[in-house]
């Protein structure tokens, strides 16, 4: 099973130890996720992409990323065990494309029978460029988004969320449906079900965490290797950071979501859902 992880933040942050937490799920030693990886930081309109069709535990490119500890307020990434299509780039996600003006990504975690003939009846403004079906499924919610992104105004968030509502029922019954979707704004994470550590398929299939930190130090989980840095330029001022993952990366403060479950986070706020 694949695996899913978002950090959005209202300060620019830097998550070094996460990525390489993240990575171990990738490990032939640890876990079956051994097909690629990738990270996506969000800046503005646009996206830094960092993908490979390899093992994310033996990756010398995430291991010079982690180094670098980019400053940012929206980090996605995606561990990947291949289910449909071979070990490629362009199978390899987040997948990102390009909508009003801004970069889109879209990571899932699951498999979607039958997603090639729903896709086969769509008007392909948006096509795929691998193979897998979690593209495809990108691919369709993008052309149910498209229209909102036709004139100059920017969409409310109700109007897209209801897009992301109405697709997401729309992939559930097709197989394991959890996704990160985001925009560059907003955030929108679906939770459904995945294979549990005692082999059974059921919910929960994402998880959340929600904190304020008043203080401007590193916030340090040790528990987890988690380590988050505040920018250096903003140090005297508070963080608020909202944390999505496939399974909970640290001890404490982690909210299951329901089956069919959507939140939506944005610079670090939690703006559609309840909070753990």
């Known amino acids: 099973m694949c695996e899913l992880f978002c950090l959005s933040a209202r300060r620019p942050t830097r998550a070094t130890f996460s990525l390489r937490r993240f990575a171990t799920h990738g490990t032939p030693v640890y876990g ?29 490119l995430l291991e010079f990323i982690e180094q670098q500890s980019l400053p940012t307020k929206l980090l996605i990434s995606h561990i990947r065990r291949a289910t449909v299509g071979p070990n490629a780039l ?32 769509s008007a392909h403004r948006f096509r795929p460029i691998g193979d897998t079906d979690s593209e495809r499924a990108f691919c369709l919610l993008l052309e149910r988004i498209a229209p909102l992104w036709e004139s100059d105004a920017v969409p409310a968030l109700g109007l897209r969320l209801a897009v992301v509502e109405r697709f997401a029922a729309e992939m559930r019954p097709l197989g394991i449906a959890n996704f990160l979707y985001s925009d560059g704004e907003f955030v929108f994470g679906h939770g459904h079900r995945r294979t549990q550590a005692d082999g059974n398929v059921a ?36 963080q608020e950071m909202a944390l999505l993952a496939s399974v909970p990366v640290t001890t404490g403060g982690w909210r299951p979501l329901a089956e069919g479950e959507i939140v939506v986070v944005s610079a670090g706020e939690l703006i559609h859902g309840h909070a753990p």
């Open 32 to 60: 079956r996720n051994v097909d690629g990886w990738g990270v996506a930081f969000h800046e503005g309109r646009d996206v830094r992409l960092y993908k490979e069709p390899e093992p994310a535990g033996d990756s010398p």
């Open 90 to 121: 362009a199978n390899t996600q987040p997948f990102a494309r390009e909508l009003g003006g801004r970069m889109h990504l879209f990571a899932h975690n699951g498999g979607f029978d039958g997603i090639v003939e729903s896709f086969a009846a």
């Open 203 to 238: 919910p929960p299939g994402l998880w959340l965490r929600h904190r304020h930190h008043a203080s401007p130090a590193a916030s340090t989980l040790a528990t987890s290797g988690l380590t988050i840095h505040p920018n250096e330029q903003q140090h005297h001022e508070s």
